[in-house]
């Protein structure tokens, strides 16, 4: 697979660039032109969960740094987000529907991640940060191979 085009971007992990974010990935999959409406709406939330993640859990103070990077391969997007904060302990646990070490969230972003995305892995080192990559396809006007074409 070659890629098309990609675009990486480095910010300060503060709530006001959560919609940054997701605007931004959302202008950049446009790009791949059978994404249907809801399916940007889908990246848009994924990305803002992600986001989210990082200002609220990441940093003990506001501001470290986040990279965004999106890129475009035929037609699937493939977009990494990462943080160089404190790390995840235990990824599989933080993935569980309802965990939260916030008793004020409700701990559903990763679960509605993988829900909207095609694929989402999730990688963390204690101290050193998490990546999470997230691959999606277009969906909405897929063919099924067996139909004939009208």
């Not at 709406?41 to 989210?52: F, G, H, P, W, Y």
């Not at 080192?125 to 277009?138: F, L």
């Amino acid at each position: 697979m070659s890629i098309k085009n990609y675009v990486t971007l480095e910010f300060p992990a503060v709530p006001e660039n959560v919609e940054f974010a997701r605007t931004a990935v959302a202008c950049f999959a446009s790009q791949i032109n059978s994404f249907t409406l809801e399916e940007i709406d889908d990246i848009k939330l994924v990305v803002s969960e992600a986001i989210s993640n990082t200002v609220l859990h990441s940093y003990g103070v506001s501001g470290g740094i986040v990279r965004l990077s999106a890129v475009r391969n035929d037609d699937t997007l493939c977009v990494t987000i990462e943080d160089f904060g404190k790390g995840i302990a235990d990824v599989e646990q933080a993935k569980e529907p309802a965990f939260t070490t916030d008793p004020d969230r409700m701990g559903m972003g990763f679960t509605i991640m993988e829900a909207l995305s095609d694929e989402l892995r999730v990688s963390s080192v204690p101290g050193e940060g998490v990546k999470v990559e997230i691959r999606k396809s277009p969906h909405g006007t897929a063919k099924d191979s067996d139909e004939p074409e009208v």
